[in-house]
């Protein structure tokens, strides 16, 4: 209904519903995320709402750090004792969807007034790509990468503002060009993590087996939505799945 989910919900139910240890719950979000937006890239990629060259410049930052933040933490996963890194990466996760849910509601309700910008606004591509562009492509890459890799959140949830802030982009090429950076990153993060052992299979397979369903009746229902009622339901999601973390905490 909202094409945010993977982290920002999974994350969420596998360590507050599922009782999954932190560290598991990474890697088993960035598999299903592998699964359940392979099909979604397929039919951008046919419906051309990809803008390719943005994608790149994101993917030559976030690549690389998705990589070395899934190696890190996979290995303080070996070194630390979990009771201790546990709920400092759950902390670190809650932080990051607070931040996520600040930076819609910036964009949905102060954006125009604070910087005159019109979300309408959206960058028409040119023979040359931008050299501002390229840098900032890279340089959010990188710091979208590091976050997907130690928390899985950040496909949908931080790509989607920075996407539309900062690089003016339509909602059907934002989502597009999401997804495009998101498989990619899930892909990488992924095998880091199955690699090490820190994959729940069994439980990726049932996720997505679920997922279907789901995906088939949000789509019906997000269509019906207006644009302004969506934004705010997506809010209240990430505002609902950051609170829920720190409840957890107490347990």
Known sequence: MTGIGGGALVMPALIYILKI????????????AILTRIGGLVEHLR?????KRTGLYF????APAVVLS???LNHLSRKIDPARLNPILQVSIGIVLLITCGALIFETYFMEKLTGKSSNEHYIPQDEFPLKRKIGGVGSGLIVGAIVG?????????????????FNLSASN??????????VLALLGGSVYLLNGNVIISTVILMTVGSLPGVALGSRIAVRLPEKVLKFF????I?????SLFFGLKE
């Open 21 to 32: 240890s932190p560290v598991p719950a990474v890697g088993t979000s960035l598999a299903y």
């Open 234 to 237: 997506i809010i209240a999601i």
């Open 59 to 62: 993917i030559l930052g976030s």
């Open 47 to 51: 419906l051309k709402t990809i803008r």
């Open 150 to 166: 130690a928390t899985s959140i950040g496909g949908g949830v931080l790509l989607i503002p920075l996407l539309i802030i900062f």
């Open 174 to 183: 934002t989502v597009g060009t999401s997804m495009m950076i998101s498989v």
């Open 239 to 243: 505002g609902f799945a950051a609170v």
């Open 70 to 72: 899934s190696l890190f």
